[in-house]
């Protein structure tokens, strides 16, 4: 049996905003934190895939974080948490430590700076983006033409939903 989550549209997100640090464009646009969604047998896989889907941002993979930092120039990304916990950077390099555990969703704009510095064994989440930006890529600081991936981040349009909370949800009011 899929359980699906329960989730107000007024249920308000934790911000974090990261300006480009000439290696991780990052983006203007904030991470948004979901925390604490669902409860015990609620949290699963299946169930934040069929918010992600009921909102226009399709699952595409289930997994965990890279280990080294990488960002996506051409795509925003929502990771949902439905097993462990996890530590990661976001910002970049030199970017903020960030605990997600199994509940948390983590919404990150185009260009933000990501990495895992450490997992429980049990460390698992599924991963959706915008419909129409599944072909996303993996972008390297360093390794990256900087210009040209901030370029590609400037020119993405803005989700019209957010993942989790819908069309009146807080990416709207924040993304908006």
């Given at each position: 049996m899929t359980l699906s989550l329960s989730i107000p549209?007024?249920?308000?997100?934790?911000t974090f905003s990261f300006a480009d640090d000439g290696r991780t464009p990052n983006n203007r646009l904030p991470v948004l934190v979901y925390r604490d969604l669902g409860t015990a047998g609620e949290i699963t896989a299946e169930a934040f895939e069929t918010v992600f889907a009921a909102n226009a941002w399709p699952p595409q993979w289930r997994g965990?974080?890279?280990?080294?930092?990488?960002?996506?120039?051409?795509?925003?990304?929502?990771l949902a948490v439905?097993?462990?916990?996890?530590?990661?950077?976001?910002?970049?390099?030199a970017g903020q430590p960030v605990r997600?555990?199994?509940?948390?969703?983590?919404?990150?704009?185009?260009?933000t700076g990501h990495c895992r510095i450490s997992a429980s064994a049990d460390f698992e989440l599924t991963a959706a983006y915008p419909?129409?930006?599944?072909?996303?890529d993996i972008c390297k600081p360093g390794?990256?033409?900087?210009?040209?991936?901030?370029?590609r981040i400037a020119a993405?349009?803005?989700?019209?939903?957010?993942?989790?909370?819908?069309a009146e949800g807080a990416l709207a009011q924040l993304w908006g």
């Open positions: 549209s007024d249920t308000a997100p934790e965990g974080v890279f280990a080294y930092h990488h960002f996506h120039s051409n795509a925003h990304e929502a439905f097993s462990g916990q996890a530590e990661l950077v976001l910002g970049g390099e997600l555990a199994a509940g948390d969703v983590v919404i990150l704009p185009a260009g419909a129409g930006y599944g072909d996303w390794e990256t033409d900087h210009d040209r991936a901030a370029a993405l349009p803005t989700p019209a939903i957010d993942p989790i909370t819908g």
